[in-house]
């Protein structure tokens, strides 16, 4: 018997998240082996008139694949799967792997191929920028390890966080959005972080529950070359099967110019991509009141409340700096009191401290008033 939760999941996946038409064409991608939620999604897309498309894969498999992959090889796997896209009105992303590592000893110049050509050409050229588009997890057993909880424990908490009222929150996103939009300077202070940019100009993004779930983030961008100072992340981020800890930047007129983690040569060869990948493509503020501490999945950990993420590489085309890289890194840094606290300031006023926004247009977006 199917969970009623996973059924009111589907349901706003379709209804909501991409709202889903008749006579739509929607491709849903499952990479991991728990079926039951993309079944319902495919009933639910036929209950619609719509017509379903399904891509199944495994991390295994990727991994067997990319170990001697060519580059001719991976572009015609990319070109192959960009023809589909091209046709898609909508894409949801499943992503259940039971084990996030499984990459993680596919040589660093295979994942390069991976990154540039396969993914940057299907989902950073076509599916982002052209589909109506939302990512989620799959919970399993992997995921409430990474979590630390039960498996039991782990449902309940995943349904608490993607079955949210959106629409509540998203309504209290409207004066954060307001405010991004007319701020110049942006400072950011942390334990071993003090950084300066400008978001003149930019435009801000409300996510709320369309593009991602869970969801619960207003994002933006810098002026490209406008970021200056330093930042240590405290949060660790698994990049291409590799999960790096301790990440701290340098900038200088919006580039990279120091990176050093706990492997500093692997993380410099990422920023070594392409020329916009020491570059900042995204900056935004975490807002979802369920998700209070990492989990070291970052669809979740984005969207801590209290937290921001300064995201390298790729800028996405709806709050645009013009930054390009096939690289679209989001990496978190938390700044409630549990992890050394901090403060947000926009135009030399404090906004937020310690997770908590202090100015009172922005209240309602405090936990207490989002559950």
């Not at 694949?65 to 992303?93: F, H, V, W």
């Not at 926009?346 to 908590?356: A, S, T, V």
């Amino acid at each position: 018997m199917t969970d009623e939760r996973l059924k009111l999941l589907a349901r706003n996946l379709i209804e909501y998240s991409v709202e889903l038409k008749e006579g739509e064409n929607i491709l849903i991608e499952l990479i991991g082996q728990e079926i039951e939620l993309a079944k319902e999604l495919v009933k639910l897309s036929y209950s619609k008139g719509a017509k379903p498309f399904l891509w199944l894969k495994h991390p295994t498999l990727l991994r067997s694949l990319l170990l001697n992959a060519t580059e001719e090889q991976i572009e015609i796997i990319a070109q192959n799967e960009r023809d589909l896209m091209e046709k898609m009105d909508a894409y949801i992303g499943i992503r259940s792997s039971p084990n996030p590592f499984e990459l993680s000893d596919v040589p660093d110049e295979k994942m390069n191929l991976y990154q540039r050509i396969w993914f940057h050409k299907v989902h950073g050229e076509v599916r982002v920028p052209k589909t109506k588009w939302c990512i989620l997890r799959y919970p399993n057993y992997s995921m409430a390890q990474q979590a630390k909880m039960s498996l039991e424990e782990f449902e309940d908490f995943y349904f608490n966080v993607c079955n949210l009222d959106y629409s509540k929150m998203s309504k209290a996103m409207d004066a954060l959005v307001e405010l991004m939009q007319n701020t110049d300077e942006v400072r950011i202070v942390a334990k071993d972080t003090d950084l300066r940019f400008s978001i003149k100009g930019m435009k801000a993004v409300k996510c709320d529950g369309h593009m991602n779930i869970p969801d619960g983030e207003v994002y933006t961008a810098p002026v490209k070359d406008s970021v200056n100072g330093y930042i240590t992340y405290n949060t660790p981020s698994n990049y291409a099967g590799f999960k790096f800890e301790n990440i701290r930047f340098e900038f200088k007129d919006g580039k990279i110019v120091k990176a050093t983690a706990n492997n500093t040569e692997k993380l410099n060869k990422i920023l070594d991509t392409d020329e916009g990948a020491r570059y900042i493509g995204e900056f935004s503020i975490g807002l979802n009141p369920y998700i209070t501490k990492p989990m070291e999945d970052t669809l979740f950990d984005e969207k801590i409340a209290g937290s921001i993420h300064f995201t390298l590489g790729n800028a996405y085309e709806d709050a645009d700096n013009g930054n390009r890289s096939a690289v679209h890194w989001d990496i978190v840094l938390i700044q409630t009191p549990e992890y050394g606290g901090g403060e947000i300031y926009f135009d030399g006023k404090l906004i937020r401290k310690d997770g908590r926004f202090v100015i009172k247009e922005l209240e309602g977006l405090n936990p207490e008033n989002l559950k």
